[in-house]
């Protein structure tokens, strides 16, 4: 058994990266950039006004103005803005020569072309040319997570095709005799298979690309056939179950026999202790506890982080201290603990009703989990404790 922090290096260390590929930017949310983006041009690319106002000469705002024109956002000013003149000006329109500040239309009033400013101590309104951006600047870096701002951005320098990483291909099994899919009812002795739905789904959250392989029965020899069967299309296969000490535990054998060389296979985490990771050459093979919570949580604690570094990203996860709301205790102390929680509106972490690691609806409400260190069996109420965010 070796600690979360070794297994961390070993799953996101010495990888491969995943081809490039150029996209249409409006379908690059969630992928990572395999380039630098730069500017192709000033931002703002004109000195231009930030208010609804009155486009003039500071030295003229304590007299009366004459107006000279309205200026649209949009359009070219016609007239320069000589002593005692001033234009009308709508917010982003750009501002016409001459002019050195913009007054608020709220600080001024109009009457017969006559402009009169009512507020001398006005500030000067303009976004100056290139105070954002400069042309050929670098606006975002290789390896970012292309979220909806960085959209913005991409669409704001032109960057309509952006070359990002390739998708992961990733294959999600579930293992198990007692497993019957969702829409089956199960016999006596069955349960629904409720970890490949989630494992599907936290893939997909993360733009790879995910395929339900469905779930290996406990016969080694077809288990082995289909394993084989989805790495030759596959990059990355995920399945949950079939990794502890039980009769029926193939994996860690069948991987033995592909020449799959397993680097983890046990981590001082609870839930999460049975997880193996295993790696071929550019392939890689990730098996999960089999309790759901146990699934979920390494998933986010080590699968997540991988599939990232496998497409260019080093991503890791929002984590804040937080005050525990409520005493905790626990009895075993040899493993770094992962508990389901939930922040408060006082800003405080709170542990959900978890009666261990097949308790689903533990984390139907989470929104977050709280760790415990080696060592520590209990925290008292108010105490900060690292939250990871979910």
């Not at 990266?17 to 409006?26: P, R």
């Not at 009155?54 to 003229?60: E, K, L, N, T, V």
């Amino acid at each position: 058994m070796i600690s979360l922090e070794e297994a961390y290096v070993i799953v996101t260390s010495d990888l491969p990266l995943t081809n490039c590929e150029q996209i249409d930017f409006n379908l690059a949310n969630g992928r990572v950039l395999a380039e630098d983006i730069f500017s192709d041009m000033d931002m703002p690319p004109f000195d231009k006004s930030a208010v609804d106002g009155y486009a003039c000469r500071r030295a003229d705002i304590g007299s009366p103005m004459q107006l000279l024109e309205v200026i649209a956002a949009g359009k070219i000013p016609s007239k320069k803005i000589v002593k005692a003149c001033c234009s009308k000006i709508m917010t982003g329109a750009m501002l016409p020569e001459g002019a050195d500040c913009v007054v608020m239309v709220e600080q001024t009033i109009e009457m017969d072309s006559v402009v009169t400013v009512t507020d001398l101590k006005t500030k000067n309104n303009i976004a100056s040319k290139a105070e954002d951006i400069k042309k050929g600047e670098k606006v975002l870096s290789k390896g970012t997570l292309i979220k909806p701002q960085h959209i913005a951005v991409l669409a704001s320098v032109g960057a309509v095709l952006p070359l990002v990483y390739k998708k992961v291909r990733v294959c999600v099994f579930s293992t198990g005799d007692e497993l019957v899919e969702p829409e089956i009812i199960p016999d006596l002795s069955q349960i629904r298979n409720s970890n490949g739905s989630q494992l599907v789904s936290q893939a997909e959250r993360m733009s790879v690309s995910v395929t339900y392989g469905g779930i290996l029965p406990d016969d080694e020899e077809i288990t082995s056939a289909k394993l084989v069967e989805a790495l030759k299309t596959h990059d990355v296969l995920v399945f949950s179950g079939g990794i502890s000490m039980g009769d029926f535990d193939y994996i860690p054998r069948i991987l033995d026999e592909l020449g799959i060389k397993i680097m983890i296979r046990s981590i001082a985490v609870q839930p999460g202790k049975p997880t193996v990771f295993g790696r071929s050459g550019d392939k890689f093979v990730f098996a999960l506890p089999g309790n759901p919570v146990s699934s979920f949580n390494i998933f986010e604690i080590l699968a997540k982080p991988f599939l990232y570094r496998l497409m260019g990203c080093a991503w890791s996860p929002l984590k804040i201290k937080l005050p525990l709301a409520d005493d905790f205790f626990r009895k075993g102390t040899a493993r770094q603990g992962f508990v389901p929680a939930v922040i408060t509106d006082e800003g405080s972490v709170k542990q959900l009703v978890y009666n261990g690691s097949a308790h689903i609806n533990a984390l139907s409400a989470a929104n977050a989990l709280f760790e415990i260190p080696l060592g520590i069996s209990s925290i008292q109420k108010g105490e900060l404790v690292d939250v990871r965010l979910i």
